[in-house]
């Protein structure tokens, strides 16, 4: 039982253009939802995150947008950079019978020079 | 500020042996999460505690043990160790609730089951 699907497990991109990362929830309850990135052989670092109650949250090069009705966000990094080369997490969270944060699969993306 | 630190960075059990993976956090924090990571896989939550002296499962509890003596440390405890626990294991903090919070991951200890 996914409730956290990034269905694209990779992603390339030229530099200086724009990524899009996706990310779909199942569970209605969550109320809080965050992005993270993870360099390898390290642990994953906070990105940025939004809350249910807002459909966009900006900052700087990092935008993430929530279309509550379609259970749907999405992470737009622009311009990429070859240092966004990374695994990225979305997580949803929330009192779902307990609390709980739920972690996508992730999307590693590559960002070419 | 170091964070969360987490030891060992790496090890090896053979199937049966035990072991307590260590993790201290100097922020501060209420919350604790252990979490484990399979390849191509997300970040499934083992345990959880929200505070000294109070601990919950999580989504894979099953194998392993932890305790909270004190708001820094957060240890996780594997009894019987088996393949199936070959994975790369993550602590985190976080100040408040996943609702609102942020978590702070360490660096994370790549375990493998013999």
């Known amino acids: 039982d996914q409730q956290v699907k990034q269905n694209s497990p990779s992603l390339s991109v030229q530099e200086g253009r724009i990524s899009i990362l996706n990310c779909d929830y199942t569970n209605s309850m969550f109320d809080y939802f965050l992005w993270y990135k993870k360099y390898p052989a390290e642990g994953p670092t906070f990105l940025i995150s939004?809350?249910?109650?807002?459909d966009k949250n900006e900052d700087g090069r990092f935008t993430v947008f929530l279309n509550k009705s379609a259970k749907h966000l999405s992470l737009h990094i622009v311009p990429s950079q070859p240092g966004d080369s990374a695994v990225y997490f979305c997580a949803a969270s929330g009192y779902t019978g307990g609390f709980k944060t739920i972690f996508g699969a992730g999307t590693r993306l590559f960002v070419k020079a | 500020n170091a964070g969360v630190t987490q030891t060992p960075k790496f090890r090896i059990l053979k199937i049966g042996q035990s072991m307590t993976l260590q993790c201290t956090q100097d922020?501060?924090?209420?919350?604790m999460y252990w979490y484990r990571q399979d390849p191509g896989m997300g970040l499934k939550l083992i345990y959880y505690?929200?505070?000294?002296?109070?601990?919950d499962k999580g989504e894979v509890p099953n194998g392993y043990n932890v305790s909270r003596s004190t708001t820094e440390d957060f240890p996780l405890r594997l009894e019987l160790a088996a393949p199936s626990q070959t994975s790369v294991y993550f602590c985190?903090?976080?100040?408040?609730?996943?609702?609102?919070?942020?978590?702070?991951f360490g660096p994370g200890t790549r375990l493998t089951v013999l």
């Open positions: 505690s929200v505070g000294a002296g109070i601990t």
């Open positions: 939004i809350s249910s109650i807002k």
């Open positions: 985190a903090s976080s100040h408040s609730s996943g609702s609102v919070g942020e978590q702070f």
């Open positions: 922020m501060n924090h209420n919350y």
